[in-house]
T-cell receptor
Framework: GENVEQHPSTLSVQEGDSAVIKCTYS??????FPWYKQELGKRPQLIID?????GEKKDQRIAVTLNKTAKHFSLHITETQPEDSAVYFC?????????????FGKGTKLTVNP | DTAVSQTPKYLVTQMGNDKSIKCEQN?????MYWYKQDSKKFLKIMFS???????INETVPNRFSPKSPDKAHLNLHINSLELGDSAVYFC???????????FGQGTRLTVV
């Protein structure tokens, strides 16, 4: 089955710096890769996603890149702000028994220091 | 309006009890899920339903029984609760299978 590895598990940056979180996946048939942000005590929220026919996608300060050959994808946050502090999860879609499901990485705790 | 709502938000109960968590979505989505988030924050799918039909059932003890009366509701009943069941349970929905899911606010279950 699909295995998603996420690194680093914790990341601390200064306000204004960039942050990069990386994920690798094992199922070459995976074709959808969302990223979630979870603030303390809150629900995971979808912040950006990318499909396998696209190499990069941007939304203001957030961008995601995908390398299908290497089976890895990354989240880039520029000009970080304290409110970006949260746990970020990557995920990859995979087929199981004719259906699709998301497999999540173990999360990265991002701390943005003012 | 809350898109995916689940109740209760907190649930404290004794070992051996039976409890239910309810979930409703008003997004018109066809697919609903239950996820478990353990103390290490690891998110793992438990069940997935599409139009009231069970499509994914991960390796979950059969003490956990989901029920979908209609495509807007997916409830989770847990029998004979154990200490290891303590976690946050998230309901979620998506327009299609495997796509980005919208999560409910979670139910923090504590078994004592």
């Amino acid at each position: 089955g699909e295995n998603v590895e996420q690194h680093p598990s914790t990341l601390s940056v200064q306000e204004g710096d960039s942050a990069v979180i990386k994920c690798t996946y094992s199922d070459s048939a995976s074709n959808y890769f969302p990223w979630y942000k979870q603030e303390l005590g809150k629900r995971p929220q979808l912040i950006i996603d990318i499909r396998s026919n696209v190499g990069e996608k941007k939304d203001q300060r957030i961008a995601v890149t995908l390398n299908k050959t290497a089976k890895h994808f990354s989240l880039h946050i520029t000009e970080t702000q304290p409110e970006d502090s949260a746990v970020y999860f990557c995920a990859a879609s995979t087929s199981q028994g004719g259906s699709e499901k998301l497999v999540f990485g173990k999360g990265t705790k991002l701390t943005v220091n003012p | 309006d809350t898109a995916v709502s689940q109740t209760p938000k907190y649930l404290v109960t004794q070992m051996g009890n039976d409890k239910s968590i309810k979930c409703e979505q008003n997004l018109g989505h066809d697919t609903m899920y239950w996820y478990k988030q353990d103390s290490k924050k690891f998110l793992k799918i438990m069940f997935s339903y599409n139009n009231k039909e069970l499509i994914i059932n991960e390796t979950v003890p059969n003490r956990f029984s989901p029920k979908s009366p209609d495509k807007a509701h997916l409830n989770l009943h847990i029998n004979s609760l154990e200490l290891g069941d303590s976690a946050v349970y998230f309901c979620a929905s998506s327009q299609d299978r495997g796509l980005g899911a919208f999560f409910g606010q979670g139910t923090r279950l504590t078994v004592v």
